[in-house]
């Protein structure tokens, strides 16, 4: 049993001055200092703030072996950066890298307090077992917490990719979960959707939407219809379904979203790095649609996008008001929420049964901070400089005074020779495509 003491607490229920926190793998205890008077090991939190791990909502952790890479190429559209950057990769992603890149990702999540993620993985050299790799790197090695599930697309094995999903979410425990991955709907054959159909059971979905308007233009062009109306068409539109940028749906799509009770995951920082848009997130609170935060694999600072979408949405709505504090509450919550239904666990407050996933940042306030105006002073001061100096995750010490492990050197030496790897066969797959490494 250990103890969090002098804690400033800050969830997104309340803020506590001077508070104590007993935990071991959840929290037993929460009371002013003094009440105090446990026998245990003691961490002192003067002169911080303690909130609950964050939560990355969709990401790719395969993408951590793009950085640097040198792809000689001018893309025209999103279809250009797909096709010529991102699927060249991640076709020639393994088990090994698959397992390296987990581990690395995870230490860089830990460094910023991200302690639960949400992958969208994707190999095409190995697909079977990738998904066990990707725990034991994620949640195994690094001790986080992990929903994983496979990217089912007609430019893989889609046999495999359905029966890799499907095998890995009959495994499940406290630290990780199962959904049903696929790409996109114009990667997507209506012979492939069928297959799913027919096999997926109530498993939700975690798929690509209308990313692009090349998304919806394609799904028009083939099939007819809206990406959401296909997906509702073979039987796909799942409760508790991840549906990641919705950018470019309409507000029949959107209305299907919500009667299917699905989820939409907001990547702000990728969307305007591709230039597709923004997600239109008026429509989807009007229909009361569940929103929450994602980085689509775009480095591991969620803390990021929390700005990104703020700013952002405040910028495309062209109002001060368009995008409060309050609705940026309300988004990250719901990352909790859902977690803690997919894991059936409780995340994302600092309370008596909750698991003890927690963050120690340092933060000197140069005004008063009170219960009404806490998430403006972590929003505008913790957020905008961010650097926790503890994190925590089920009740484990994951990084103790900005140090995660002495074993960190070797691993990344490790990684680095595997990245290698990948990119020699991604120039062997494709001798044109890779020029020099940067």
Known sequence: ??????????????????QYILFNSEILEVGPMSEFNESCQVIDCSGCIVMPGLINCHTHVYSTFARGINLS???????????????????AINKKSTYYSGVINSYECINNGVTTIIDHHASGTDITGTLDELKKGVCGDSKIRGIFCFETSDRFNTTLCIDENINFALKRSEKFAGLFGMHASMSLSDKTLGEISKRIGDLPIHIHVAESQEDEDDCFKKHGTTVIERLFKFGLLKEN??????VHIN??????????????AMNPTSNMNNAVGMTNYKLL???????????????????????NLFFGMRNNFKSPTGFTLEDLKVVIDNGY?????ILKINLGRITKGYKADMIIVPYNPPTNVN?????AHVFYGVFDNFH??????????????????????????KARVEADRLWERVAKNDSDCLKGKS
């Open 1 to 18: 049993m250990k103890a969090l003491i002098n804690a400033n607490i800050f969830d997104l229920g309340s803020y506590k001055e001077n």
């Open 73 to 91: 190429y001018k893309p025209k559209n999103f279809k250009d950066i797909l096709d010529k950057y991102w699927w060249k990769l991640d076709k």
């Open 241 to 246: 379904s991840i549906l990641a940028h919705c």
């Open 251 to 264: 507000v029949v799509e959107a209305k299907m979203i919500r009667d299917a009770k699905a989820y939409v």
């Open 285 to 307: 609170k009007d229909m009361n649609i569940p929103c929450f935060v994602g980085n689509d694999g775009l480095g591991t600072n969620i803390t990021r996008e929390y700005l």
């Open 337 to 341: 929420k859902y977690v803690s239904k």
């Open 371 to 375: 219960n009404d105006n806490a998430f």
């Open 388 to 413: 926790p100096r503890e994190v925590y995750c089920d009740g484990n010490c994951l990084m103790k005074n900005y140090s995660t492990s002495e074993e960190i050197t070797d691993i990344y030496s």
